[in-house]
């Protein structure tokens, strides 16, 4: 069992940084693959951003050159650090987590929701005109 709580989200204007925390407990956080996900209002949950085990990241094409996922396995923590903000980043934003099985498995990126076992309560982010 892992849980995992995020934290960081806000109120900010377009044009603007944010940087979000997702805190881990229970299992070992270096073996397990991290995501990022959100949901706007009306909208499916979606993919951000995805951090394996031995260090693959993806993107999704929305925010690649905006966004950097990051961990700190010594702190059990996640980050996703968001730059040039605009009104479509408005969303709940999830962390996610799933034991990664290999090495292989830590070879790819997971980018669907239903490949994670484990998910936060979600941060509001909120982007202001």
């Known amino acids: 069992q892992v849980q995992l709580v995020e934290s960081g989200g806000g109120l900010v204007q377009a044009g603007g940084s944010l940087r979000l925390s997702c805190a881990a407990s229970?299992?070992?956080?270096?073996?397990?693959?991290m995501g990022w996900f959100r949901q706007a209002p009306g909208k499916e949950r979606e993919f951000v951003a995805t951090f394996s085990w031995i260090g693959t990241t993806d993107y999704a094409d929305s925010v690649k050159g905006r966004f950097t996922i990051s961990r700190d396995n010594s702190h059990d923590t996640m980050f996703l650090q968001m730059n040039s903000l605009n009104l479509e980043d408005t969303a709940v934003y999830y962390c996610?987590?799933?034991?990664?099985?290999?090495?292989?498995?830590?070879?790819?990126?997971?980018?669907?929701?239903?490949?994670?076992?484990?998910w936060g309560q979600g941060t509001q982010v909120t982007v202001s005109s």
């Open positions: 996610a987590a799933d034991p990664s099985s290999s090495y292989s498995d830590g070879l790819r990126s997971r980018s669907k929701s239903s490949e994670y076992r484990y």
């Open positions: 229970g299992r070992t956080f270096s073996k397990y693959h």
